[in-house]
């Protein structure tokens, strides 16, 4: 029930509802929507970005560098068929892309649970060692 607020104060802090055995937990931190607001707008920028380049990379394509690539421009535009080659993206795109981009930089790559298992092992590896030497 107290937590310790210095060494000289304690302050008494609800760890549940007077009236219930449940935990009180805040879903929503306050403090951290400052954090949320910027992390949105970088991720708003970096989605803008990133289709104004594919967008400027489908103009070289299909129609700046068209003859020279041949097949290469054909299938391009088969696969992103635009009304008269123009690449066109609005807000819609932008907000749509940005949650894919989050969604996929949440995913853990498989090198990051190899890395933590060896992590883990080593220390258990050193707690043993210092076990052994102790004994």
Known sequence: WLKPLGRKRQRKVRVSAPHSNIPAMQIVAPARFLDGVVFAI?????SGFGLFLFGEFHKMVCITEAKNLGM???????IFPFPN???????THILLFAILIAVMSMAHHPAQEIIKKQVEKDIKEKEKGKASKSD
Do not use: E, G, R
């Open 72 to 78: 290469v421009a054909t299938v391009m535009d088969k």
């Open 42 to 46: 970088f991720l708003m920028i970096v």
């Open 85 to 91: 080659k123009k690449w066109a993206f609005n807000l």
